[in-house]
């Protein structure tokens, strides 16, 4: 039998080390738990970086891949096919929009929203030619490819990676003041994460995301919200820009749209936005495909009966109290919604990598984010129960670190 050892030397051997893995060799996973090859069993707390935030192989979510995998799988958008109709229906009907553009992962539905903001810029707001420029914010992350990280002020994200993509600026996240001063008449948007994941779970100070509402609106520019992973029921509600009322221009959606079976990503608004796109001018040979789309479907039927954003938000209550009583023992501060947490870890006591490695011994596995940060986003099917052991462990490993 090959053990977890010997797979990890060869998966190191043979890719490329953009990641760098917890020593754990994952061969199934059913609910919020997974299974290694040598039979061990852990909590998965990161759960594809929100991509699987209705569990491993929900019933649902799985059936409809199945069905569909019978039938047809792609057609490519040449054709029309019969998933499509819906899946544009039932995203617009969620997110109050009038219409949709299906693409695959995250980072090219964030480029869908900066072409039709560029698009909508000259063709409707008479923007110069080639003049366009997008307000973007510090320590954002929307992805990886050229135009994206041309906006990052991540330097690992970042250097290297040059020429930049000219057009952004960039200005401190939280201050609707900060945009205010950015604005020129060339202005065509302002792209914001309604809740800063990557960064490290990071939350805008109350009334922020209203403010750059109100603001967009005044200035006569597009809100694009990020939504790919503070969206779709982790937080407690559809979308982290319902905590404020808040509807923007363009929602940006991704990962859990997935259910965590296939790459599908989308961003939806009104006509007089999404309508400057026209044939050719914007695509993607798999976006919309069958298989996406039913299971796009299946995603939105479950999102639909709002009993995920319920349960988030209850356990997200029961994760949030228990983790600020860590606060002074070993965790200096807590952020985030619902089942989303960002936990600072005392940098005296542990990396953010010695903590998940520890927690990975104990059977939980997270990830941890720039240094001394442990994010904590379980399936949403997480029991009570088990939440409550995984959050005993950390406090258990932050002890024994704190100790040894
Ligand atoms: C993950 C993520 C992306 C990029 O999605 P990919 O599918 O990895 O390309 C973009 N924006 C946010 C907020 C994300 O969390």
Known sequence: ??????????????????????????????????????????????SGYSSLNFGHGHPKIIEAAQEQLKNLTLTSRAFYHDQFAQ??????????????LPMNTGAEAVETAVKVARKWGYQVKGVEPDQANIIVMEDNFHGRT?????????PDARDDFGPYTPGFRIVRYGSADAIRQAIDANTVAVLVEPIQGEAGVLVPPDGYLSEVRALCSAEGILMIAD??????????????????GVVPDIYVLGKALGGGVVPVSAIAANRDVLGVIQPGQHGSTFGGNPLACAVG??????LNTGEFQARAAKLGEVLHTRLREL???????????????????????????????ALMKRGVLAKDTHGSTIRLAPPIVVSEEDLLWAISQLADALYELKTS
Not at 88 to 94: A, F, K, N, Q, S
Not at 329 to 350: F, K, Y
Request: with cysteine.
């Open 1 to 46: 039998m090959t053990t977890s050892a010997e797979l990890i030397e060869v998966s190191e051997r043979r890719s490329a080390h953009n990641y760098h893995p917890l020593p754990v060799v994952i061969h199934e996973a059913h609910g919020a738990w997974v299974t290694d090859i040598e039979g061990k069993r852990y909590l998965d707390c990161l």
């Open 87 to 100: 899946f544009c229906t039932g995203l617009g009907d969620l997110t109050g929009k009038d219409m949709i």
């Open 146 to 154: 050229t135009t994206i990280i041309s906006f990052s002020t991540d």
């Open 227 to 244: 939504e790919i992973q503070s969206g779709l029921g982790r937080t407690g509600q559809t979308f982290a820009c319902d905590f404020e």
């Open 297 to 302: 479907n299946a995603v939105i039927e479950i």
């Open 327 to 357: 606060i002074g023992q070993g965790v200096l501060e807590v952020r985030g919604r619902g089942l989303w947490a960002g936990v600072d870890i005392d940098p005296s006591i542990a990396t953010g990598r010695e903590v998940s490695k």
